[in-house]
């Protein structure tokens, strides 16, 4: 059987975001033809991708002329919807469009539906396959009128939309999806960390190791309520002493998160990691008995994958996106959202059951080798692209 012929893919989103660099960098390195467009230049371009600046400079040295980071932040924070419309004038208006036809790519794929698949929508050019990653679908669109009209407008012209859990799925058909349209596809652990199953500290003799949780999610957001974390884990050291933390994770919060673990009495007891490759979050998991994971909004997220794949005995929020993900008092815990003393409840009596740790560790391994591989879900992007390649991309708007 011939080999297929490498397909080029122009990815339109934000190439300084983790997802879309392990989304692309998959790609790239199975041989296809990368290429992503981008208003500025990425600090940090994935690595075998063709960048398309449509703008010079990055958006941290943005001068007159662009917006400064300052101004754009506080734009952004104020009238977030507004700011979405203003994005796809700007990058129209930059030549989103002339960038996409210059590379004639056989498809054309956009992350995040409210902001790059709006972008890439407003260009007009298929086929055309829009990634939902949680907030654009399950927080965005609530909040705003005028950001579900664009949520509408994105996801009505995608020749295919993708969810990462069956919960958004439902929510993107809610807003204009098709259900014909809607391909469950999980940006999931990559099997490397399935592969230190047997060096889970889970697996020791009970009291062998310091009771240890670990939070694993990005502190550049208040979404993921790591403050609410640090001050649960002030209240569990009164119940269980000589438990400790460790925050792996880099972000803007992290000296305010820093100072707070000092004024919660907590100096000693948590170690800020920050950023972790792959390898050394791998260590850092299988060391950890417990994985905490509580934002306000969330759908698969990568790190829970990886923690349940390691073995570490997850806690999230009582969300019902994570209702696929943890069977509450079974493979894990299910916390109330922001509530402090609830998480320390869940946090000391998970530290304190070994057998539930233990019972838990090979259903979460066997959820991810059936659901949260990246291997195995890239394989099947691959084929969706392959698909719709071959079908091509009617040049009217999708109704």
């Known amino acids: 059987m011939a080999t297929p012929s490498p397909l080029r893919i122009c990815v339109v989103g934000d190439l300084d975001g983790v997802h879309t ?53 506080l734009a952004e924070a104020a009238f977030p ?17 002339r960038a996409i036809e210059s590379v004639e790519p056989d498809v054309i ?32 669109p609530r909040r705003s009128p005028l950001t579900q009209a664009i949520a509408r407008y ?21 807003l204009g999806a098709a259900p014909g349209k809607v391909a469950l596809v999980v940006l999931g652990a990559d099997a490397f960390f399935l592969e230190a199953s047997e060096a889970s500290v889970n697996l020791r003799p009970a009291g062998e190791t310091p009771p240890m949780v670990i939070s694993a999610r990005s502190l550049d957001s208040r979404l993921y309520n790591v403050d609410v974390i640090l001050r649960a884990m002030a209240l569990v050291r009164k119940r269980v002493p000589g438990a400790r933390l460790l925050v792996a994770g880099e972000g803007r919060l992290r000296a305010g998160l820093e100072r707070l673990a000092l004024r919660l009495g907590l100096e000693g007891a948590v170690t800020f990691l920050g950023h ?53 008092g079974e493979n894990g815990f299910r916390a109330p959202v922001g509530d402090s003393a609830a998480l320390a409840e869940r946090i000391a009596e998970a530290l304190e059951r070994p057998d539930l740790r233990r019972r838990a560790l090979e259903p979460n391994r066997d959820l991810v080798r059936r659901k949260g591989l990246l291997e195995e879900n890239m394989a099947r992007m691959e084929e969706l692209y392959r698909g719709l390649a071959a079908r091509g991309g009617a040049t009217e708007s999708a109704r």
């Not at 208003?39 to 958006?59: D, F, K, M």
């Not at 994105?154 to 809610?174: F, G, H, I, P």
């Not at 790190?303 to 943890?326: H, R, W």
Request: glycine letters at 6%; charged letters at 20%.
């Open 154 to 174: 994105a996801l009505r012209r995608a020749d295919l939309v993708t969810s990462n859990n069956e919960y958004m799925a439902q929510r993107l058909v809610e």
């Open 81 to 97: 919807s507004l700011w979405r419309l203003v994005n796809g004038l700007r990058y129209q208006r930059r030549g989103l469009r």
């Open 21 to 73: 660099h392990r989304w692309v960098r998959w790609f790239a390195e199975r041989g296809h033809d990368l290429h992503a467009v981008s208003y500025y230049e990425p600090q940090r371009p994935p690595p075998g991708v063709t960048v398309h600046a449509l703008v010079g400079g990055s958006v941290s040295t943005a001068v007159p002329g662009g917006w400064r980071p300052s101004v754009r932040r």
């Open 109 to 140: 794929h956009a992350h995040y539906v409210v902001e790059h698949g709006f972008y890439a929508a407003l260009a007009g050019r298929r086929p055309l396959v829009v990634t939902a990653w949680g907030s654009d679908v399950l927080v965005a």
């Open 276 to 328: 972790l490759d792959r390898e050394a979050l791998r260590d850092a998991l299988a060391s950890s008995h417990v994985y905490v994971s509580v934002p306000r909004s969330d759908a698969t997220a990568v790190s829970t994958l990886e923690a349940m794949a390691v073995g570490c005995f997850p806690i999230v929020s009582d969300l019902p996106s994570q209702e696929e993900l943890v069977q509450d």
